[in-house]
């Protein structure tokens, strides 16, 4: 087994599990509720109680990873001789990932060809495909050259499709303009929205309520999950309900389905809100 430590931050929405079994790092991103400030691996807020009191226009708010906390954690492990690879949130969705490069460049001189930060063009559970396949590739000796190549650009081909409970956080955080985030709001369409080839969030597809919303992303999954890597990680707020019912659907009618259910975690919660409902999965190559 190489000496690589998997670094990645709390907006993944590791499960318990996966960090476990494959040794994953999880640098906390800090997020602020009623003006009390949470550190999401030692503060833990019920993932339920968070959204549901987001359900009541409470702001919350995220703050990056600086580059200073980012070579802390790096810099440890290269002074006991390991190697770093880090695999961010989209560069296309966050700054985070920009300051993990900015510590990564201030740390080469000193510790050359040692580290990678891979930009996942992803978000949430999207970054398990790339770090479990890191940490499997980790297992077979190979190098971080190799491991880059073999991620980098969304090599997995990984889709991460989502639709919100509520437009109003991806218009406040940006991620969405103003006037298409007003037309959703009085026409009440639920957008799927996907992560498009760049790591930016691009709307895949307008639906008329909640329930052809939900449709339209089983619809999207059929057609466009690859034909035998057949594992989904399926990701849910305050909506377990809404998740069981897409799971069951998908079962159904795949048959061969492997999915995994799990809370979005709050730190990527405050972006999102309540009533989320995101699927990641890997795609057939033409899709």
Known sequence: MSNITIFTDSCSSLTKDIIEKYDIRI???????????YNPLEHKI??????????????????????????????KEL?????????????GLSATFANALSAKQDLLEKYPDSIEVIDSLKGGMGMAFDI????EMREKGCSL?????????????????????????????????PPTALLAKVMNINPLIIADDKGKLSIKALCMGRKKALVSLINRVKNSIHDSIR?????????????????????????????KMSPIDCSLGCHCG???L??????KANV
Do not use: W
């Open 145 to 177: 050259q190799e491991i880059k190549d073999a991620t980098d650009k969304n090599a997995l081909n990984v889709e991460c499709l989502f639709t919100p409970g509520s437009i109003d956080y991806l218009k406040r955080s940006g991620r969405i303009k």
């Open 132 to 135: 479990v396949h890191i940490a």
């Open 274 to 276: 309540p009533r989320t």
């Open 27 to 37: 640098i906390p991103i800090y997020f602020s509720l009623q003006d009390v400030e």
């Open 231 to 259: 594992k989904i990680y399926l990701c849910f707020t305050n909506n377990i309900q809404e998740a069981e019912f897409v799971s069951d659907r998908l079962k159904n009618e795949l048959g061969d389905v492997d999915i």
């Open 79 to 91: 002074s006991q001789g390991n190697q770093v690879v880090y695999v961010g949130m989209s560069s």
């Open 278 to 283: 995101a699927l990641f999965f890997r795609r």
């Open 46 to 75: 019920a993932t339920e109680d968070f959204y549901n009191t987001l359900e009541g226009n409470v702001v919350a708010r995220t703050s990056c990873i600086n580059p200073t906390v980012f070579y802390e954690y790096f810099e």
